[in-house]
């Protein structure tokens, strides 16, 4: 259960089909705790998970498993970029 609601909180492309409506709960979810709030403002935070979602959409479902490999090897270099974009673009005062 916990792994599921991982998955499904960061958009990852497993098991995507009717889950936009959990998905966005999740997200709703998150924002109602204030998770991150004192770095990033709600728009930028919905934002954050709209490009985890993008990524996740690019999952090559009826691929080979020679594409799957270039999308994992895509979307693992990419998660680096993102997060630095991310935690480089913060109100946060070191």
Not at 19 to 38: N, P, T
Not at 71 to 77: G, H, I, L, P, T
Request: glycine letters at 6%; proline letters at 2%.
């Amino acid at each position: 259960m916990l792994t599921d609601f991982m998955d499904n909180l960061s958009h990852r492309s497993w098991k995507r089909e009717g889950r936009d409506g959990a998905k966005a709960h999740l997200v709703d979810y998150f924002l109602a705790h204030r998770y991150g709030r004192e770095h990033y403002t709600e728009e930028e935070i919905r934002i954050m998970f709209r490009e985890l979602d993008a990524l996740g959409l690019l999952f090559p479902h009826n691929g080979g498993i020679e594409l799957i490999d270039h999308y994992v090897a895509f979307r693992d270099s990419h998660y680096p970029y993102w997060f630095d974009k991310w935690f480089n673009k913060s109100r946060r005062q070191l």
